[in-house]
C-alpha cells in the first residue's frame, strides 16, 4: 500500500487540468481498492517501470471529457471526436510526466511506456494484478473522472 | 520502423496461445499501420520501457476470446465473463513476458508494467504514438484477433 505515491499523482492531476484547461478541479477522498473495476467512455492507459511496475488509468464519462476538451480548445464539444481522444492521449503522457517528475523529487524513479486510449460508451477498465489499486475520484462541476495507479 | 520486432511477438503469441489453449492460430501478413485503431471486444495492453518506450495490444472479438478460453477451460463458455477476463490478463502477461525474452536474446531487453484489460463491445483502442505500429493480425478458425506493437 504505497500511500506516498497518492500526492504525486493528485497534485499532477489538479494542475495539468488546470494549466491545461482552466478547469477547476476537486479531489475527493483517495481509497484503496481491489479487485474492482473503472467504467466510462473514454480512458487513457500508462504503464510505468523503473524500481517497480506499475499501471495508472485516468476514465472520464463522456460529459466530463467534453467539458474539459471544451475549455482547452475555447469551443463547445459535445462528442468523442478525434481532437477529444487526441486531447486524452495528451492528458494521460502529462499527468503521468508530471506525477514521475514529483515521485522521482521523492527518490522514486519510473519510465512512462507509451500510453493508450480506450473509447467506448461504458467500457471497463482493469489492472492486471493482486495489489491493491488506489483510486483518486475528481469533480468537476460537470461530471466526474478517476484516476487510478497500481504499483506491484 | 522496427521489424526485428515482430518475429518475437508473432512467435510469443503463437507459442503462447497453442501452450495455454491448444489452438493452433494462424499469423496473417505482418503490417505497418499509422493512425488508424483497433476494435474489438476484449483488450489487453501492457506497456514496456528500456532501451525505448513501447505498448502492446491484443485485441479479440467475442467469438475468438471465447472460443480460446472454452479450450483454455476444457468448457464451453460463450460470454465475456469474469473468468474470460482474467484469462485475457494473463495471456497479455504471458505473450509480453514470452516476446520480451525473445527480444533479450536478440539484445533488445524491455521490462513490462502492470498490464490492463479493457471490456466493452466493439471499444476501440490507440496508442498515442506518431511511430507507425505494427500490427500483426491472427486467423482461429472460430474468429480472429490483432495484436499491435508500438516503440518509439
Keep these: 500500500m504505497k500511500v506516498e505515491l497518492i500526492n504525486p ?13 482552466f478547469v477547476d478541479i476537486q479531489a475527493g477522498q483517495p481509497f484503496i481498492k481491489k479487485g474492482t473495476v473503472s467504467r466510462g467512455d ?29 475549455n482547452m480548445f ?3 464539444i459535445s ?19 508530471d506525477a514521475r517528475r514529483r515521485l522521482e523529487a521523492n527518490g522514486i524513479r ?6 493508450s486510449v480506450i473509447c467506448g460508451p461504458g467500457h471497463e477498465i482493469r489492472h492486471v494484478t493482486k495489489e491493491p489499486i488506489i483510486s483518486i475520484p475528481f469533480v468537476t462541476g ?10 506491484k
Design 110 to 115: 519510473l519510465a512512462g511506456a507509451i500510453p
Design 42 to 70: 473514454i480512458s487513457g492507459v500508462v504503464g510505468m517501470t523503473g524500481e517497480t511496475e506499475g499501471s495508472m488509468s485516468l476514465t472520464f464519462s463522456q460529459e466530463c471529457i467534453c467539458h474539459i476538451v471544451s
Design 79 to 97: 462528442d468523442i471526436t478525434e481532437e477529444v481522444k487526441d486531447a486524452v492521449g495528451e492528458l494521460t503522457n502529462m499527468i503521468s510526466g
Design 9 to 21: 499523482f493528485l497534485e499532477a492531476t489538479v494542475s495539468v487540468i488546470k494549466t491545461m484547461a
Design 142 to 151: 460537470k461530471g466526474d473522472f478517476t484516476i487510478e495507479i497500481c504499483v
Design 74 to 76: 475555447g469551443e463547445r
